[in-house]
């Protein structure tokens, strides 16, 4: 009888599983028909740039892109140095800098795309903001946050007595590995003092 049973739980398993299954296909479906009636537009390359580039101006950036098709499409830019250090190629997207960035001074730029009908000026999509990141290059050496660090140590004191603690600082990005990691040396009086990465 227990074999019996076992045999009809396996045999109603599937079944459940499969109805489950139809069920959670009619809510994808379901979910993927309001997706698409809310979907945008506006496709996005990642955008973002090395600063300090040496190689010669402009420098491409990225590309803003729009699934409208109209032959008289016209890509627009607007925001922090839009038309001025960035510029869009008005019938391709393409996004370049007309200058050479620095990450200390500024690390990102927000700015807005607009695809206008050039013969009338409508918008032929809701405008969409995107932001350009600069990556950094580990262009900064550390600097010390004071010019002289005063120390003492009572005469007779056992090794390893704390003496002074130095602090230096870098303005490289902390979230890269080693562009500001700083450590310590001491060039002079080495045989009688050592130092620690912590300073």
């Given at each position: 009888m227990s074999h019996l049973i076992l045999l009809f739980s396996l045999l109603l398993a599937p079944a459940l599983a499969d109805g489950g299954s139809q069920e959670s296909a009619q809510n994808l479906c379901s979910n993927d028909v309001s997706h698409k009636r809310q979907k945008r537009d506006w496709i996005w390359n990642q955008m973002h740039i090395k600063e300090e580039i040496d190689t010669p101006l402009p420098h491409h950036v990225g590309k803003i892109t729009?699934?409208?098709?109209?032959?008289?499409?016209?890509?627009?830019?607007?925001?922090?140095?839009?038309?001025?250090?960035?510029?869009?190629?008005?019938?391709?997207?393409?996004?370049?800098?007309?200058?050479?960035?620095?990450?200390?001074?500024?690390?990102?730029?927000?700015?807005?795309?607009?695809?206008?009908?050039?013969?009338?000026?409508?918008?032929?999509?809701?405008?969409?903001?995107?932001?350009?990141?600069?990556?950094?290059?580990?262009?900064?050496?550390?600097?010390?946050?004071?010019?002289?660090?005063n120390g003492s140590v009572p005469?007779?004191?056992?090794?390893?007595?704390?003496?002074?603690?130095?602090?230096?600082?870098?303005?490289?990005?902390?979230?890269?590995?080693?562009?500001a990691t700083v450590t310590y040396q001491v060039t002079k009086g080495g045989e009688y003092f050592t130092i620690d990465d912590s300073g």
């Open positions: 729009s699934s409208v098709r109209n032959n008289n499409a016209k890509y627009i830019i607007e925001g922090e140095y839009a038309n001025t250090i960035f510029k869009v190629e008005e019938t391709s997207g393409d996004v370049y800098a007309f200058e050479r960035l620095d990450r200390e001074k500024k690390a990102e730029y927000e700015l807005t795309a607009l695809i206008i009908d050039r013969t009338n000026n409508r918008s032929l999509e809701r405008p969409s903001k995107f932001i350009i990141k600069v990556y950094d290059i580990n262009d900064n050496a550390p600097v010390f946050v004071q010019k002289v660090f005469e007779m004191s056992p090794v390893g007595t704390s003496v002074t603690k130095v602090t230096a600082v870098d303005a490289d990005d902390p979230t890269v590995s080693g562009h």
